[in-house]
C-alpha cells in the first residue's frame, strides 16, 4: 500500500520541520536525536502515532483536533478511514493480503490529501503561534 507509505512519509516530514522550527534554540544535534527517537520509529501512520508523534511539539490529540473533518466527513470518519487504511496496509504487508478495489483507491487518495491539508494548516498554526512566523 504505497498511499499508506507515502502518508507515513508525510506526517514525518511535517513533524520534523516542525521540530526544525518550534526548537530552534536547540542544537541541530539535539533535534536529530529527537527526530531519532520519534518520527524515527513512527512505522506506521496510525491514528495513536501521529497523535503521540505530534504531542511533542504541542499538539496534543492532533487526530481529534476541531479542524480535522471537512464536509460529509466528521473527525470520527476522518479516524475510522485512517485506521481502515493503516490496517489494510499492515494486512497486505504481512502476509495477509486484502484486497482494494478501485473506487476503495480514490477514495483513499482524496482522504489521504485532504487530511495532510488540515494536517498541515493545524501544524503550521502551531508552529506560527510558537515562532510569530507562518512556515507554509
Known amino acids: 500500500m504505497l498511499l499508506a507509505a507515502a502518508f507515513e512519509a508525510y506526517v514525518e516530514d511535517v513533524y520534523d ?7 530552534v534554540a536547540a542544537t541541530p544535534e539535539q533535534r536529530k536525536a ?3 527517537q520519534t518520527s524515527g520509529r513512527l512505522n506506521n501512520a496510525d491514528v495513536d ?10 499538539i496534543p490529540w492532533i487526530m481529534g483536533h476541531r479542524k480535522m473533518h471537512w464536509q ?3 473527525n470520527d470518519a476522518v479516524q475510522k478511514t485512517l485506521k ?3 490496517e489494510t496496509r499492515n494486512s497486505n504487508a504481512h502476509g495477509k493480503p486484502k484486497a482494494v478495489r ?3 483507491a480514490v477514495a483513499w487518495r482524496g482522504f489521504v490529501a485532504r487530511l495532510a491539508d488540515r494536517i498541515d ?4 498554526d ?4 510558537k515562532t510569530s512566523v507562518r512556515p507554509w
Open 49 to 58: 502515532k501521529v497523535n503521540f508523534l505530534f504531542f511533542h511539539v504541542g
Open 102 to 104: 478501485k473506487p476503495t
Open 121 to 124: 494548516e493545524v501544524v503550521a
Open 84 to 86: 481502515r487504511l493503516v
Open 34 to 36: 529527537l527526530k531519532k
Open 72 to 74: 460529509k466527513f466528521g
Open 17 to 23: 520541520l516542525a521540530v526544525d522550527r518550534i526548537f
Open 126 to 129: 502551531r508552529v506560527e503561534e
